[in-house]
């Protein structure tokens, strides 16, 4: 049971560059979620989901695209990276009607 | 607007110095108020859910107690190994966090 699942752990982007960060938990989770956690900010909502098909946005959602295709996958997509998504970025799961959420160990972008 | 505050930003103990960290929150369609610990390097990890306001959670040396409108963390008696961000946290579907408490406990 690996739990919640991130790749990459890291990766540098240029300014205006496209890419797709991995989530996938294989606990059967209902609910995803996406984090991002800048020093001093905390952790903010980007886009959470709560099952297959179905998402919604965060507090901070402006040039990020998900989808939840499946249960066990829930991809973040950055359009055109801006050096203001420079951030660690964590997904996490939970069960529908429980509030434990599972992180995975995050990934740390940079957008040069 | 939902909102998490947590105070202090940062709290510096010596072994065994008992206190509490500060949680006041604002979200609509509230469900539960969550605390989490975060290690350097680390996604969160889950301590607790508080659904009524008088009830309490207990873990090792934290204690977790919710009114109508704020939360603490009592730490008693803390060890080093306590040392890390303490995250609080609210909401159903969406839930949202504080900026977190920094906790450093000295030998």
């Known amino acids: 049971n690996a739990g919640v699942t991130q790749t990459p752990k890291f990766q540098v982007l240029k300014t205006g560059q496209s890419m797709t960060l991995q989530c996938a938990q294989d606990m059967n989770h209902e609910y995803m979620s996406w984090y991002r956690q800048d020093p001093g900010m905390g952790l903010r909502l980007i886009h959470y989901?709560?099952?297959?098909?179905?998402?919604d946005q965060g507090e901070v959602p402006n040039g990020y695209n998900v989808s939840r295709s499946t249960t066990e996958d829930f991809p973040l997509r950055l359009l055109s990276a801006a050096p203001s998504q420079t951030s660690v970025y964590f997904c996490?799961?939970?069960?529908?009607?429980?509030?434990?959420?599972?992180f995975g160990p995050g990934t740390r972008l940079t957008v040069t | 607007e939902d909102q998490v505050t947590q105070s202090p930003e940062a709290l510096r103990l010596q072994e065994g110095e008992s206190s509490s960290l500060n949680c006041s929150y604002t979200?609509?369609?509230?469900?539960?108020l969550f605390w989490y610990r975060q290690d350097p390097g680390k996604g969160p990890e889950f301590l607790f859910t508080?659904?009524?306001a008088g009830e309490e959670k207990e873990k090792e040396r934290l204690k977790a107690t919710l009114t109508k409108k704020e939360s603490f963390l009592h730490i008693t008696a803390p060890k080093p190994e306590d040392s890390a961000t303490y995250l609080c946290?609210?909401?159903?579907?969406?839930?949202?966090f504080g900026k977190g408490t920094r906790l450093h406990i000295l030998p």
């Open positions: 508080l659904y009524s």
């Open positions: 996490a799961s939970r069960r529908h009607g429980l509030y434990e959420q599972y």
């Open positions: 946290a609210g909401g159903d579907d969406k839930i949202i």
């Open positions: 979200v609509s369609g509230l469900r539960g």
């Open positions: 989901s709560v099952g297959a098909g179905i998402t």
